[in-house]
Nanobody
Framework: QVQLVESGGGLVQAGGSLRLSCAAS????????MGWYRQAPGKQREPVAV???????NYADSVKGRFAISRDNAKNTVYLQMNSLKPEDTAVYYC??????????????WGQGTQVTVSS
């Protein structure tokens, strides 16, 4: 079994910062792409940032220049540093990982989500 456990969400004022973490554990052979998504009330889940195993990154236009995704492959952990937060960043943030559990078997796993609330 594989689990993704997120932490670091909370309530912050506009302009503030938060750092999210997501650690993968369990029967893991290797991890390919890891990413962060978010879902605001009444809206669809949307991608925020992704990072490949080699460290290449991609960001949603709405967070470019404010958010930074990184990973520690030795710890099977992905991070999201969020700076200059805005009220519109308020959402439940989910991490996602593409995990090879055994040779030839790769699956997507999701974390349980962590709430980020930005007050104006």
């Amino acid at each position: 079994q594989v689990q993704l456990v997120e932490s670091g969400g909370g309530l912050v004022q506009a302009g503030g910062s938060l750092r999210l973490s997501c650690a993968a554990s369990g029967s893991i052979f290797s991890i390919n792409t890891m990413g962060w998504y978010r879902q605001a009330p009444g809206k669809q889940r949307e991608p925020v940032a992704v990072i490949t195993s080699g460290g290449s990154t991609n960001y949603a236009d709405s967070v470019k220049g404010r958010f930074a995704i990184s990973r520690d492959n030795a710890k099977n952990t992905v991070y999201l540093q969020m700076n200059s937060l805005k009220p519109e960043d308020t959402a439940v943030y989910y991490c996602d990982a593409e995990i090879l559990v055994v040779i030839g078997h790769m699956y997507h796993y999701w974390g349980q989500g962590t709430q980020v609330t930005v007050s104006s």
